[in-house]
C-alpha cells in the first residue's frame, strides 16, 4: 500500500521558519523523484520545489528561491521541506508527490499558515 505522509505544518509568524517532512513507504522510494506542491485558498496546485532521485538536482519555484529548500533522505525514505523567511502569501496547504514515469502519488496534505 503505497503511503505519503506529510508532517510538520502548522501557524508561524511572518519571518518564521518551519520544516516540513514527507515519508514515504510502499514503493521504491529511491527510484522516484520528489516534489513539494502548495494549494492557496481560490488558487491552483503550484509546484514548489522538486528533487532528483538521488537527490542531486533540485529546482525551486521563483517565490521561493533563497528562502525554501528541499532535500531528501533515501535511507529513510522522507523528502523534507526546509522553509525559512515564511511570509504570508506562503499560507497554503502543502502536498508531497512522488513522481516516475507513469506513477505517481499524493499525500494528503498538511496546512502551513503564515500570521502574526
Known amino acids: 500500500q503505497v503511503q505519503l505522509v506529510e508532517s510538520g505544518g502548522g501557524l508561524v509568524q511572518p519571518g518564521g521558519s518551519l520544516r516540513l517532512s514527507c515519508a514515504a513507504s510502499g514503493f521504491i522510494f529511491s527510484s522516484y523523484n520528489m516534489r513539494w506542491y502548495r494549494q492557496a485558498p481560490g488558487k491552483e496546485r503550484e509546484l514548489v520545489a522538486s528533487?532528483?532521485?538521488?537527490?542531486?538536482?533540485?529546482t525551486n519555484a521563483d517565490a521561493v528561491k533563497g528562502r525554501f529548500t528541499i532535500s531528501r533522505d533515501n535511507a529513510k525514505s522522507t523528502v523534507y521541506l526546509q522553509m525559512n523567511s515564511l511570509k504570508p502569501e506562503d499560507t497554503a496547504v502543502y502536498y508531497c508527490n512522488a513522481l516516475r514515469q507513469l506513477n505517481e502519488y499524493w499525500g494528503q496534505g498538511t496546512q502551513v499558515t503564515v500570521s502574526s
Open positions: 528533487i532528483s532521485s538521488a537527490g542531486w538536482r533540485t
